[in-house]
């Protein structure tokens, strides 16, 4: 597992958690709970052997005695109700549930028993009906606790809308509370609720505590519903934050309507309050049908795509009903709406599952699973708290709170892979025009000096070019005369020295041919075992052509067999420019002495001659780049001066070193010194800037280093030579290093073979995961940044080599 990467989003869950949890606990500390109800029996509360210290806010369920149809207003009509015989009625229930009419008026009558005075407070919270409230005790006579609408036996007359009402008040022997319901408004009427009883200093802080909770969950989904609404404006290609900003808006909008926090905000009103419970409904719709666009968005494999539009129909039906039919119609889809809301969820919670079980969404998953599992579980208890007409908990709110932080964590998850993204990409496009700076620093030095010796190199190579063409051209001139002037002896010594010239020209233009091509070519070693003796035994064969004329002796000093490790082909063109200038500076009956031996775990590759050396000058400064000499031989062979030259930037393709030892008119020494180590570390990389940035860190270590710059090339020689250590760049054109090590250890001949993958972040920008634990999971065997120290570099390559 992924520890550093997953550790900040479980820490950041671990903690809304524990934040929602201490404040829920801190506001509920030393807060009255709602307790059990007493037993009401016969409509009367006994409430006798109670002590008012300990009398906890509680529901007044149970049977009350109602007087269906009546409506008294005055003291003596309520006092005249003990002479009418009243009948038992729950409190809460529908009419319906009781048997009553679905429109009318009822009074309900409750006896409090008390063995001394007691300071009470009643708490109302009614829904959908008119309601007067009242207590009457022999004291104080009647007297009105709350009120909302207008109660009236007439249906015009009648006016209803929601308003709670808390009142404290002195509870002596004797005290009967009485409740009057009207309803012609609405379907089914009757109390929504229980009202509350307790001892007045509690039951007031157990009121408080519901109003902290209220302003809490509304200020903390006000917050997320904002700041992920502008996460949206910011990046508009990502759609999660706006449909979960949604989402949150739509509960906001719950709160405020079911929880009654906008109470205040109207004049009170049959229109008003049916135009909020309109908009209750519609906000569940919202609920809806922005989770389904927040999951499809999140999880592409929540449904398949052809069933997701069959998904939304019934939201938008709902949302069709609610908008157009009457208060009696749209509310019967409450049950429907429920029931949608879980199979929504049902569907959120499998597809989580599922996902789960997929590497690239596994953490997305758990996080969705455990939010869908929290707020399916409030749902459903939420649904049973509802129809059984209980008091609804902090847990509805506090379940969905749990399923918004999990969603923001997905969100949160979603865009720090972007941010990383976007990191990577412009910390690579920094290293990368620094590089490239420092190359093109680079090349504009090289291409002035190149600019200044121009002129010099076209001179000379033109001088001596055209003094054997004027030659070629007098020869044939005379060849044409007629008649001819020169005799056969004469024209046939003439024809030799215009072959000679001809032939200088040939190979002068050869060898610039050949420069020039490696010069402009992205040439790279193709490593692979080869033999020195058996190169050198062909080349030899054929320089001996070329020292004959002059009479000079080829000696070699050679093992049977002498196995290196580079490109044969650029070495055998290397060891041919070697010999072939022996020879050209060697003076008649001189000797070429080639010899190969191996020493401090290089091959050293000398070709010494006893011809006319260079100048001390020349020695000092022949590999130097840029330095140019054009010398003709000691039988006037043509060169171009661009053999050491070449030879130099073969050498440093392999990681070689030549050394040039040279005493002027006393001999010159050429050696080859190609690393022999056994350990072979491959540089795959497509800036050649970085290349050298390693080649330079790694060169004090015994090995050799072999670059390239294709990945499928690399592949290519990679089964040809195995290396013990490959360290590929992870961002590269044709595939990601990522890409090249599966490709690699899909051959199981290859899974010997070590790898360390750079990069310049430590995120996959494709997938946002950590770069260490892919590379380990598909076979690799560790990961730097490029940012790493070079010491870091070192000591990696160390323990993968077991140097």
């Known amino acids: 597992m992924d520890v550093e990467r997953i550790l900040p989003s479980k820490l950041l ?239 906001l909008i719950r709160i405020l309507l079911f929880e009654r926090v906008s109470r205040d905000w109207f004049v009170a009103s049959d229109f008003l309050e049916m135009l909020q419970i309109r908009l209750e409904y519609l906000s569940f719709c919202g609920i809806q049908l922005f989770s389904l666009l927040f999951f499809f968005y999140i999880q592409p494999h929540f449904v398949p795509n052809k069933f997701k539009r069959y998904l939304v129909v019934p939201i938008l039906l709902e949302i069709l009903i609610i908008l157009t039919t009457p208060y009696a119609v749209y509310t019967n889809l409450l049950v429907f709406s429920q029931a949608y809301m879980v199979v929504i969820l049902l569907f959120a919670f499998v597809a989580a599952v599922r996902s789960i079980f997929v590497r690239e969404s596994r953490y997305v998953g758990a996080y969705i699973t455990f939010g869908t599992l929290v707020i399916l579980s409030a749902t459903i208890y939420d649904s049973v708290v509802f129809f059984k007409r209980w008091d609804l908990p902090l847990m509805t709110d506090l379940g969905f709170a749990i399923f918004c932080i999990c969603l923001a964590i997905v969100i949160s998850k979603q865009n720090a892979h972007t941010w990383e993204t976007a990191e990577y990409l412009t910390l690579n496009l920094r290293k990368e025009v620094e590089w490239k700076t420092l190359e093109l620093k680079k090349e504009k030095e090289k291409a002035e000096k190149t600019g200044e010796l121009k002129d010099k190199f076209i001179s000379i190579v033109s001088h001596d070019i055209r003094s054997p063409l004027f030659g070629i051209s007098s020869v044939v001139n005379l060849l044409t005369e007629s008649p001819p002037s020169l005799s056969p002896e004469r024209a046939k010594q003439v024809l030799g020295e215009a072959s000679t010239g001809l032939k200088n020209i040939l190979s002068m233009v050869e060898e610039l041919i050949k420069y020039s091509r490696f010069q402009n070519a992205a040439v790279f070693p193709d490593y692979q075992l080869f033999d020195f003796r058996q190169i050198t035994d062909q080349l030899i064969e054929r320089v001996q052509e070329m020292a004959k004329p002059k009479n000079i002796t080829i000696i070699t000093h050679m093992d049977d067999s002498s196995i290196g490790i580079g490109d044969p082909n650029l070495i055998e063109h290397l060891i041919w420019n070697l010999l072939t200038n022996a020879v050209k500076f060697t003076k008649e009956s001189g000797t070429v002495e080639i010899s190969l031996t191996e020493s401090n775990k290089h091959w050293s590759l000398k070709v010494t001659d006893t011809g006319i050396g260079m100048p001390k000058y020349w ?167 490029k940012t790493s120290p070079d010491a870091k570099m070192v000591e990696i390559v160390k323990r993968l080599l077991d140097l």
């Open 619 to 785: 020695t000092e400064h022949v590999l130097e780049e840029g330095f140019l000499f054009v010398r003709k031989g000691t039988a006037d062979e043509m060169g171009a001066g661009v053999g050491l030259a070449f030879c130099r930037e073969v050498a440093e393709r392999h990681g070689a070193k030549l050394i040039v030892d040279s005493e002027d008119g006393k001999g010159t020494s050429v050696e080859l010194l190609l690393p022999n180590f056994e350990k072979i570390v491959l540089i795959l990389d497509d800036n050649p800037g970085y290349r050298k940035q390693i080649r330079k860190i790694l060169k004090g270590l015994p090995c050799i280093l072999w670059e390239e710059e294709y990945p499928d090339h690399a592949l290519y020689s990679v089964s040809r030579l195995k290396p013990d250590l490959i360290i590929v760049d992870f961002s590269m054109p044709e595939k990601t290093g990522l890409d090249f090590l599966r490709d690699l250890y899909a051959n199981s001949e290859m899974e010997e073979i070590r790898s360390l993958l750079v990069s310049s972040s430590h995120t996959d920008p494709n997938t946002g995961y950590k770069l260490e634990t892919e590379v380990i999971e598909i076979g690799g065997d560790a990961f730097l940044t």
């Open 13 to 251: 869950f671990i903690f809304s958690i524990f934040f929602l949890f201490f404040a829920f606990v801190h506001c509920n500390r030393g807060i009255p709970s709602l307790g059990s109800a007493k037993s009401i029996q016969n409509g009367v509360l006994d409430l006798t052997k109670e002590d008012p210290k300990t009398l906890d806010p509680f529901p007044l369920a149970g049977e009350w005695h109602a007087f269906p149809g009546e409506l008294p207003e005055t003291e003596n009509e309520f006092l005249a109700l003990d002479q009418k015989t009243p009948v038992s009625l729950a409190v809460p229930a529908y009419w319906v549930n009781q048997n009553l009419p679905a429109h009318g008026v009822v009074t309900y009558r409750l006896r409090l028993q008390v063995q001394e005075p007691l300071q009470l407070m009643v708490y109302l919270r009614e829904a959908s009906s008119a309601y007067r409230l009242y207590y009457y005790n022999p004291e104080r006579g009647l007297v009105l606790l709350g009120s909302a609408g207008k109660v009236s036996k007439t249906k015009e007359d009648s006016v209803g809308y929601y308003l709670e009402t808390g009142r404290s008040f002195r509870a002596t022997t004797g005290t009967v509370l009485y409740l009057q319901i009207s309803n012609y408004l609405y379907s089914r009427g009757g109390p929504y609720y229980s009202p509350v009883l307790g001892e007045a200093g509690k039951t007031i802080l157990y009121l408080r505590f519901k109003e902290r909770k209220k302003s809490f969950f509304f200020g903390s989904f006000l917050v997320l519903a904002i700041i992920h609404l502008f996460l949206f404006i910011h990046r508009k290609k990502d759609k999660s934050p706006l449909w979960f900003a949604l989402l949150c808006f739509s509960w």
